[in-house]
C-alpha cells in the first residue's frame, strides 16, 4: 500500500496532486529506512515513496524525482560537476547553537551524549503539540538551500553557510518530521539510513515500472510483477554504469520509460562512465590458474594518475579522474597535445588511459609522487614544470559509437588505427601477449625496469573481454612487482583516529587508527593502527592536514570496536597502505562476520601515499579484504600451487 506508510505523521493531508514534495515525506522515508536491516525492505519504502513522488508530480515535472534521487544519495548534481556536501562540524555546531538561541558549549555537550549532530538537532525542536506556524519545508526548497550552502565560496563563506544553515533549522517542524535530523546529516555528507546507492537505483527502476503498470491498467500476477521488476533494475543498472549522470537517466526514464532507457541513454563524450578496476593476484601461477586456455594480453601498469580523456563531436576535449571529477583544468596540457595525436578519421572518442610523469629529456617515466608535484587546479599552460605523457590501453567510444561491447582484441586494434604516437606526449600502453610463466616474468621485470608498477593482465577475446564500467572484474588482473611477496595488493584506507606522538613528538600525532569502509551498511569499520615509517617532515604534515578534522565524538557511522585513539578525526583522508599480512583480531571490526566473529587486520601497516584521486566510499571494502585474507590462508595451506613458477 503506498500511500499508507506516509500517515504516522500527517504528511498526507499536506501532499497534494501537482504540488512540491513536502520534505517531511522524504524524511518520513528516511526514517522508515533507518529503522529496518533489511535491504529489501529499505528499497521497498524507499519504491513506494519514489512511485509517489511520480504519480503526485504534474505531468511536466522533471526536476522532483531528480531532486528526490539526488538527497538520498547525498548529492546534489553527477560528481563531474564537482559540487559536495560534507559541511565541518563547527559550523555546523555554530547553525544550531544560533538556531536555538543555546550556547555552543551545550551543544557539545548533546553531541557528546548522543554521539551524532542530527539527533541533536532534532532534539532541540520542541514536539508536535508546540508546532510552531512555520510553513512546512518542501524538497525542492531544502534542495536548492543545499545547493546554495555547497556552492558558496570565497570572502565570508563560513558566515553565510552558517546563516543559511541557522534559516534551514528554524523552518524545521517538530521533532517527529525528523527534518532537522536530516539535514544537518544531508549537511555532514552522510545520511546514515544504510542505503547503499544500487538500492536507489533499483528502487527507482522499480518505481517507474509500477507507475507504468498503473497507468495502462495492467493486472500482473506475483510471477510476473517480480519479473518485470528484476528485468527493469538490470535495464536501469546497465544504463546508469553507461551513462552515470542522473540528470540524464531520470527524465529519460520520465518520458520513454524503462522499455525505451537504452536506446536513449548510451555512453556519450562528455560525460564520464566509471573506469573498469582490475583484481589483485599474488603470484604469476594465479593469473595463468584464473586465464587458462583463454587468450589474454600484459600491458605495463603505469604508476601515474588514471585519465578518461573525451572529445565531443564539436571539439571538446575533457580528461577525468579516476573519480569522475572533470580534471581538463589539471592537465591543460594534455588537451592541448591531444589533436597531434589523432589520425584525421578520428571525430569524437572516450580514451582509457593513464596520465605518466616523463622526463622531457631522457625520455624516462618518473614515479607518480612526481605528478603530486604538479597544482591541481587552473594549472596555466606556461608554468607547467612535470611533463605528463598519456599511456593509452583502450578506447571505449570512437565516431558515435560505443565500444563497450567489443572485445579488447577489437578496441585495442581500433586504438592504434585512429591515434598516433607522439614522443612524450602520447603513447598506446606497451602490450605482450605472452602467455608462458617465463614470457610474464621477463615482461612484468621490463616493467619495473621501465618505472612501472608491474602489470595489469587482460582477457583479450569472448565477452569476457567486454568493458565492464565500474566493475572490480576477474577478466583484469593486476600483478605488482612489490606485492608478490606481501598481501597481493595495497589496501586504501580511511583515517579515523589519530594518537598523540610520545617524546619530541607530542606536538603532533604520532600513530593513526584507520579504516575500510562498508558501502552496503555505510560505516567505517576499523582494521590497523598505524606508526612506524613515517618521518617527522611527514607527521607534521599529516598533523596539519588532520588537525581540522577533529572530532568530540566518534561519528556514529564508525565502528570502533575495541580501538581506542586519543582523537577521532572526520573520515575525509585515504591512505594507500601496504602489510606484510593479514590477521583476525579481537579489537578490530574489519570485515567483522564474514571470515568469522572475529575482525580482520593488518600486521606490519605500512604508509605509502595519500590518494586523493580517490573518495573515502572508494576505500577497499571489508569483502576485498576478507577474499585477501582468504587467499592468503589458501597460499599458506597449498605452498606449492599459488606461487607459479614466477
Ligand atoms: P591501484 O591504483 O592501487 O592499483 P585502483 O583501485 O586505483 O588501485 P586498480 O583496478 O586496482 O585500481 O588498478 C588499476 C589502475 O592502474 C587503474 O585505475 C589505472 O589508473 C592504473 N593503470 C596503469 N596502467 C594500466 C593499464 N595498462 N590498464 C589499466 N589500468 C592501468
Not at 285 to 302: A, C, I, M, P, Q
Not at 303 to 328: L, Y
Not at 627 to 636: G, H, I, P, S
Request: some cysteine; charged content about 30%; glycine content about 6%.
Amino acid at each position: 500500500d503506498v500511500a499508507s506508510f506516509l500517515t504516522e505523521v500527517d504528511i498526507e493531508g499536506g501532499w497534494k496532486q501537482g504540488q512540491p514534495v513536502p520534505y517531511a515525506a522524504l524524511t518520513h522515508t528516511f526514517s522508515l529506512i533507518e529503522a529496518t536491516t533489511k535491504r529489501l525492505e529499505k528499497t521497498a519504502i524507499l519504491t513506494s515513496f519514489f512511485l509517489l513522488v511520480i504519480q503526485r508530480s504534474a505531468p511536466a515535472d522533471r526536476k522532483s524525482l531528480l531532486q528526490a534521487v539526488y538527497l538520498c544519495i547525498n548529492r546534489l548534481c553527477p560528481d563531474y560537476m564537482g559540487l559536495e556536501l560534507g559541511i565541518g562540524e563547527s559550523l555546523i555546531i555554530k547553525a544550531i547553537s544560533e538556531s536555538t538561541g543555546r550556547n555552543p558549549s551545550m551543544v557539545k555537550a548533546d553531541l557528546k551524549k548522543e554521539g551524532d549532530l542530527g539527533l541533536v538537532a532534532m532534539n532541540s525542536k520542541g514536539s508536535q503539540r508546540t508546532l510552531g506556524t512555520n510553513k512546512a519545508l518542501t524538497l525542492p526548497f531544502v534542495f536548492d538551500k543545499l545547493k546554495e550552502i555547497a556552492s558558496s565560496t570565497g570572502h565570508s563563506s563560513q558566515n553565510k553557510k552558517v546563516a543559511l544553515i541557522n534559516r534551514l533549522l528554524s523552518s524545521c517542524q517538530a521533532k517527529e518530521f525528523c527534518e532537522a535530523k536530516y539535514i544537518v546529516r544531508s549537511l555532514e555528507g552522510k545520511l546514515r539510513i544504510g542505503n547503499a546507492e544500487k538500492s536507489v537505483l533499483v528502487a527507482l527502476a522499480h518505481a517507474v515500472v509500477l507507475s507504468e503498470k498503473e497507468k495502462a491498467g495492467k493486472h500482473w500476477n506475483k510471477e510476473k510483477v517480480a519479473k518485470k521488476l528484476e528485468e527493469g533494475s538490470e535495464i536501469v543498472k546497465s544504463a546508469f554504469s553507461e551513462l552515470p549522470s542522473y540528470d540524464e537517466i531520470v527524465p529519460a526514464l520520465l518520458e520513454v520509460g524503462v522499455s525505451g532507457l537504452r536506446e536513449k541513454c548510451k555512453l556519450r563524450p562528455g560525460i564520464p562512465l566509471k573506469p573498469m578496476l582490475a583484481k589483485p593476484t599474488k603470484a604469476i601461477g594465479e593469473v595463468l590458474d584464473r586465464f587458462e586456455g583463454k587468450r589474454f594480453t600484459s600491458e605495463y601498469k603505469y604508476d601515474g594518475e588514471r585519465a578518461q580523456v573525451h572529445k565531443t563531436d564539436d571539439g571538446v576535449f575533457s580528461v577525468f579522474s579516476r573519480n569522475s571529477e572533470d580534471m581538463s583544468k589539471k592537465y591543460p596540457d594534455l588537451v592541448e597535445q591531444l589533436p597531434r595525436c589523432l589520425k584525421p578519421n578520428t571525430t569524437s572518442f572516450v580514451l582509457d588511459a593513464e596520465a605518466v610523469a616523463v622526463d622531457p629529456t631522457s625520455g624516462k617515466m618518473l614515479p607518480f609522487q612526481e605528478l603530486t608535484r604538479r597544482k591541481r587546479k587552473d594549472v596555466k599552460l606556461e608554468d607547467i614544470q612535470i611533463k605528463v605523457c598519456l599511456q593509452a590501453f583502450d578506447l571505449l567510444y570512437l565516431n558515435g559509437e560505443p565500444l563497450l561491447r567489443k572485445t579488447l582484441l577489437e578496441r585495442r586494434q581500433l586504438l592504434r588505427e585512429h591515434f598516433t604516437e607522439v614522443a612524450l606526449e602520447f603513447q598506446f600502453a606497451k602490450a605482450s601477449d605472452g602467455e608462458t610463466t617465463e614470457e610474464i616474468q621477463t615482461f612484468l621485470e621490463e616493467s619495473v625496469k621501465d618505472g612501472c608498477e608491474g602489470l595489469m593482465v587482460k582477457m583479450l577475446e569472448t565477452d569476457a573481454s567486454y568493458y565492464e564500467p565500474s566493475r572490480r572484474s576477474v577478466n583484469w588482473l593486476k600483478l605488482k612487482k612489490d606485492y608478490l611477496a606481501g598481501v597481493g595488493d595495497s589496501l586504501d584506507l580511511v583515517v579515523v583516529g589519530a594518537y598523540y606522538g610520545k617524546g619530541k613528538r607530542t606536538n603532533v600525532y604520532g600513530a593513526f587508527l584507520l579504516a575500510c569502509y562498508d558501502a552496503d551498511s555505510e560505516e567505517y569499520q576499523t582494521i590497523c593502527k598505524i606508526g612506524t615509517g613515517f618521518s617527522d617532515e611527514m607527521l607534521a604534515s599529516h598533523y596539519a592536514t588532520l588537525k581540522p578534522l577533529e572530532l568530540e565524538v566518534a561519528r556514529a557511522d564508525i565502528k570502533a570496536g575495541g580501538a581506542k585513539p586519543d582523537i577521532w578525526l572526520e573520515p575525509k583522508i585515504l591512505w594507500e597502505v601496504l602489510a606484510a599480512d593479514l590477521s583476525l583480531s579481537p579489537i578490530y571490526t574489519a570485515a567483522q562476520g564474514l571470515i568469522e566473529e572475529r575482525g580482520i587486520s593488518l600486521r606490519f601497516p605500512r604508509f605509502i601515499r595519500i590518494r586523493d584521486d580517490k573518495s573515502v566510499e572508494d576505500a577497499t571494502g571489508p569483502e576485498q579484504i576478507a577474499e585477501m585474507y582468504e587467499r592468503q590462508t589458501l597460499a599458506q595451506s597449498k605452498p606449492g600451487k599459488s606461487k607459479g613458477k614466477g
